[in-house]
């Protein structure tokens, strides 16, 4: 019977030593400034103040950094860019035009696009200690 559960719960919570008052409203905290706070018996203040001290990253400033040489497209890295991004074009051409590859050639296609990125991702410069930015290139690419 649905009643007796009801009861049951009811019997239970009765039991329990629950403290449900709810405090009165809290009081509102008055924050000073430290220079007008007055002797040791003030309450200590523990909303720091944001206007105080500066920001550590206000002192930091843009500084330009020259281009390094431009990298002229060699043999292979154009190779590695078409097989980046032909093979999927490949399949997105055939799938709107409702043509059915073999799985054999999306599986190929799949391995030569993950084969080219992880050329180009190889062929990326990589800067040393000596670089005032290292090893963080920013938008370097």
């Known amino acids: 019977m649905p009643g007796d559960d009801r009861d049951e719960f009811d019997a239970i919570v009765e039991r329990l030593d ?5 405090p009165d409203d809290a009081p509102a905290r008055e924050t000073r400034h430290p220079s007008e706070r007055g002797g040791a018996d003030d309450e200590l203040d523990l909303e720091p103040d944001l206007d105080d001290e500066p920001d550590a990253h206000d002192d930091q400033f843009y500084r330009r ?6 990298r002229l497209p060699t043999g292979r890295r154009a190779l590695g860019l078409l097989a980046v991004t032909l093979p999927p074009l490949l399949l997105v051409v055939c799938t709107l035009g409702g043509i059915w590859l073999p799985r054999s050639l999306v599986i190929g296609c799949g391995l030569i696009f993950v084969a080219g990125a992880i050329f180009l991702i190889s062929q990326l410069p990589e800067h040393g200690p000596s670089r005032p930015d290292w090893p963080d290139d920013g938008a370097a690419l």
């Not at 629950?18 to 709810?22: A, E, G, N, R, V």
């Not at 950094?65 to 431009?70: F, L, N």
């Open 65 to 70: 950094v020259d281009q390094g040489p431009v």
């Open 18 to 22: 629950l403290d449900l008052s709810f």
